[in-house]
Nanobody, 129 residues
Framework: QVQLVQSGGGSVQAGGSLRLSCVAS????????MGWFRQAPGKEREGVAV????????IYAGSVKGRFTISRDNTKNTVYLQMNSLKPEDTAMYYC??????????????????????WGQGTQVTVSS
């Protein structure tokens, strides 16, 4: 059974940094795409970043590009999200996700088809001004 267990997050002032981690049961290289989503109160879940197992290429949402960095360590079955220059609008519940190999849609649409992936338990990130 696949499980994604998250850690990290918390509260920080604007301009600060936080790091999220996500440990996957099984081998992360079996997941062609892994990454992060977030959901603020009253808003839909949105994609933040994705990293591909083949080649390690990455894609970021425009709102976080240049501030967040996604990485993965297949030897530790772990995906990371380093968040720098945090803003109050980054406040949200952050979810790790891994797309099933059968899912061929856009990463950023994975939240619309949640059964097409595996999800972590969520971790709160709060940025104060």
């Amino acid at each position: 059974q696949v499980q994604l267990v998250q850690s990290g997050g918390g509260s920080v002032q604007a301009g600060g940094s936080l790091r999220l981690s996500c440990v996957a049961s099984g081998h992360t290289y079996n997941f062609p795409r892994m990454g992060w989503f977030r959901q603020a109160p009253g808003k839909e879940r949105e994609g933040v970043a994705v990293i591909y197992s083949a080649g390690g290429s990455t894609i970021y949402a425009g709102s976080v590009k240049g501030r967040f960095t996604i990485s993965r360590d297949n030897t530790k079955n772990t995906v990371y999200l380093q968040m720098n220059s945090l803003k109050p609008e980054d406040t949200a519940m952050y979810y790790c996700a891994a797309a099933r190999s059968t899912y061929g849609g856009s990463w950023f649409d994975l939240a619309l088809a949640p059964d097409s992936g595996y999800w972590g338990q969520g971790t709160q990130v709060t940025v104060s001004s």
